[in-house]
Structures are given as C-alpha cells and as structure tokens.
C-alpha cells in the first residue's frame, strides 16, 4: 500500500514537491485554504482582464525546463512563452530612460554609451557572473538541501570565496560610477530580497540571469507554469483539494501522525508544508516547535508590497511590458525597507503590463496594468495609505511616460499587508520570504526536514535555496528527495 504524504499550500514548491513525491510513488494530496491553487502565483479575471497576482518576471528559464524535462515534458510542450525585446525599460529623473536590450551585446554597446569604459567592464563583470551562475544553479543548487556547511565548500566555491567576503553594493560601486548603471546593475538583487550591501557578491550570478538569459513571458500569464504544473501532478495522481484549511498538526510519540483540516482529522504517513514556515509550526503544540516568535522577528526579511491591479481603457504609450521608476533614490528606499522599517517617502515602483506581449490579457484596445511598490513587512495598512501611494504612482507615471492615464481606469484592486496575512499567513505579511543575506544563506536558512517531529518537513522561499520562483521549484525537488530518501514506498 502507498505511503501518504500530505502538503499544506499549493504554491511552487508544493507543486514541485507533489509531482516528484508521486513520481517516486507516494499517495500525495495537496491541501489548499484558498479557493484556488497557485499560492502567491494565483491569477484572477475581472471585467475582462487577465491579472497574475504574484510572480510576474520570468527568469531562469532553464531552471524550469529542468523541472519539465525530469517529467519527459518541455516548457514549450505546456505553454507558449516569447523572450521580451526590450527585457525592461527604467525610467531615471529628469525624463531619462534605459531600455534593456534581450542582446547582450547592445546592453553593452548602452552601458558605454552611458559611461566611457563601462561597456568592457560590464562584459567581464558578466563573464564572472556566468560561471556563478554555472557553479550556483547547475552544481550547487540541485545539491544543497541545508544540512550542513560542507555543502558550500568545494575546489569551485574556495576559489570564489572572495565573493562572499565583499558584497554587491561594493562591487558594482568599484565597477561603475555612473549612478543610473549602478541602479541597473543592483535591481535583480531584488530578487534575493536584501538590500545590494547585505548581500553577498557571490550573488551577481542573477546579473546573468538578467542580461544573459533574458526576460520571459507565458502566453496567458505566469499561472501558464502552475495550470502545467498541476496537470503534470494529476497526471502522477496527486489530489487537490481546496477550501481546505489546516488547523492543526497532530503529533504522537514525536513523529506526525495526522492534520486536522476544517475540523475533520486525516490521517497521513508523512506531512510537507510549503506554507509559511512560522505559520506551520503554529499548528505545532509548543515543544515540538524548532524556532520561537523571537527568532522569526529577528530574521532579516524580504520586503512586502503594495500592489494595484488596474484596468485602463486605452493603450498606453512610452511604456514597455516590465518597466521599473527608479526616479528617486535606490539607496533612500532600500533603507526604509530594510533598516529603518517605515513607508517610503518616494518610493521605487514597478509597472507590469502584459497587454503590451499579449493583447489578449485585456479588451481590445484596454491596457492590463500591474503595480508594484516594494515595502518593509509589519507597516500599519490601510485604505487612506493604499490610496495616498496609489495617487504618488500614478502622478509619477503620467509625468514621466506624457500622458494622462487617471480618467481611464476602468478597473482596480489593491492588495498589501493585511491580505498577504490573511491570504498566505504570511509573517508580518512578508511577500517574498526570509531575505539571503550571508547568514541566511544555505545551512544558516531553516530547515527542509524538522529536527523536533519525525516525518514532518518543509519547503518555500523561508527555507533553502530562498526566495523567488525557480528556487520554490528547487525547493520542492530537495524536500521530495528527502522524504524518498527517508521513506519506504
């Protein structure tokens, strides 16, 4: 008879999880408190427009392939994917603005354009940055599950290891003096979810990321990749169900016996939770918790958002798919987020229209527009806040793209803090998980497998590898990995 493996969310990495657990030949259901499945990748449609409500930067596409291929699949077997020309477009003061070309060579040919010598500079920063990201994502990434710092040293790591000494604000500070290249070259460390000085050099890799492999986009949106990868998991046998919300894990003899999910207790073999990790082991009695209130106050945490799903009933000019309003001060709101916790004073803000690739994601002649604003976790949110950042957004963009945009909203919706709490249990409403800062790199990140309750374990961007897609998607390998490892089918 199968072992059952229970997984509490639905996102990347339980998605990942189930579809290998029930490769390997486990009974795997998925667990879902929300009406849909997804996890922050969720997606919804109203008055005739597509929103991702999450995720919306294809990166790493390898990362993905890899996934796919391991079920004898290709990406492009699923859904229909064009690499963006412009990757992005970043919008400085003073009406100036980068377009990032998906050419390595003409991102060059921009970077010396802007500054005499950064183009020959840039193209061995990227040379560097390609072989971290050969030894990061295809040696080590796949072989770290966290259980020890042994798995960080090796011929390729030693030999790096100047770069964790020094960070990405230094680096690209001593490379670059131009200020608008400096910002350019620090924005995919937004990913990792720590500010560019609090974050190893090692990490340029996605700087690669970024001008190597280019900016993606799914046909129908990022929920392209879940709708794949739940089929792939149907197709294994993995059950989903929805509307079902865990209120307690059940522990007997130190080892997880069943959940209790809307009142009714399950029982199960092996349980997986790629939810909030400080959330999950509040469904834990006290003692079997590993890490206390205290410790997850203590961790350096990614920023939250503030978003805007907005529909416009035009099309709007000067704007490019991805487009990042880096109009004031990078260092300035990174301290408002990171070091100093408070809504920023002039935020950064990110802006998402998919109808530009795919008209489809709107009505004819509308424009499907996504807003991002990256904030500290735990901030007092409220309509009259919502509503004040929303109004700074959209002056800043009519200014800076000439044209009017406000009469033409025809749709919106915010999203903040309050709902990433309620929606995700999310730590202090965190968007993105716990940061990867040097001490919250590998081994240091909580663990996949707990130490304190046999057959329980973890997975998601508060563990190992960290925040972002493609590691979510690792993460789920590693843990299912684990469990087979552990677990006689």
Not at 57 to 65: E, I, L, R, S
Not at 154 to 163: A, G, H, M, P
Not at 344 to 349: A, Q, S, Y
Not at 434 to 448: D, G, H, S
Request: glycine content about 6%; hydrophobic content about 35%; aromatic content about 14%.
């Amino acid at each position: 008879m199968k072992k059952k493996v229970f997984i509490i969310g639905s996102g990347f990495s339980s998605l990942s999880a189930a579809c290998y657990l029930a490769k390997y030949g486990f009974d795997v259901s998925i667990f879902e408190k929300n009406d849909s499945f997804g996890g922050r990748a969720r997606q919804f449609k109203s008055n005739g427009y597509t929103f991702d409500m999450g995720p919306s930067w294809y990166w790493m596409p390898d990362v993905f392939d890899r996934f796919f291929n391991d079920f004898n699949k290709k990406s492009t077997d699923l859904y229909e994917i064009k690499k963006l020309d412009p990757g992005y477009k970043v919008f400085f003061k003073n009406n100036e603005s980068v377009s990032i070309s998906s050419d390595v060579n003409k991102i060059i040919e921009t970077f010396e354009n802007i500054e005499k010598g950064s183009g020959n500079k840039l193209r061995k920063f990227l040379k560097q940055a390609e072989n971290n990201y050969e030894l990061a994502v295809k040696d080590m990434l796949y072989k770290m599950p966290g259980f020890s710092i042994l798995e960080l040293i090796n011929t390729k790591t030693i030999l790096r290891f100047n770069l964790f000494l020094t960070n990405i604000n230094e680096q690209v500070n001593d490379l670059f003096k131009n200020k608008k290249l400096r910002s350019i070259i620090k924005f995919p460390v937004l990913f990792l979810g720590a500010k560019p000085s609090n974050t190893p050099a090692f990490y340029n890799f996605m700087n690669y990321a970024d001008f190597g492999l280019g900016t993606w986009q799914p046909k129908n949106g990022f929920y392209d990749v879940v709708k794949s990868m739940i089929k792939i998991a149907e197709e294994q046998g993995v059950k989903f169900k929805k509307n079902s919300n865990v209120d307690k894990i059940n522990v007997d003899s130190g080892t997880v016996k069943s959940i209790t999910v809307n009142g009714k207790k399950l029982d199960c073999d092996f349980l997986l939770s790629g939810a909030d990790y400080a959330h999950t082991e509040s469904l834990l009695d006290k003692k079997f918790r590993q890490y206390s209130e205290s410790y997850w106050k203590k961790r350096v945490w990614s920023p939250s958002s503030l978003l805007f799903y907005i529909g416009i009933k035009k099309r709007l000019k000067n704007l490019n798919h991805h487009n990042l309003f880096f109009d004031t001060s990078f260092e300035k709101h990174s301290n408002e987020i990171y070091s100093k916790p408070n809504w920023p004073e002039d935020p950064l803000f990110y802006v998402n229209l998919t109808s530009k690739t795919y008209e489809h994601t709107a009505p004819k002649g509308h424009e499907n527009c996504f807003i991002l604003i990256p904030i500290a976790t735990n901030l007092n949110d409220s309509v009259q806040v919502r509503e004040k950042y929303f109004d700074v957004v959209l002056n800043r963009m009519e200014q800076l793209t000439n044209q009017k945009i406000r009469g033409f909203i025809d749709f919106k919706r915010s999203y903040c803090i309050k709902d990433f709490k309620e929606d995700y249990n999310s730590f202090g409403g965190n968007a993105y998980g716990l940061a990867n800062t040097l001490l919250q790199t590998a081994f240091l990140r909580p663990k996949l497998k707990s130490k304190k309750v046999k057959k329980l374990y973890f997975s998601g961007q508060l563990t190992v590898p960290g925040p972002g897609v493609p590691p979510a998607i690792v993460s789920g390998k590693l843990v299912a990995n684990i469990i087979k490892n552990e677990g006689t089918v």
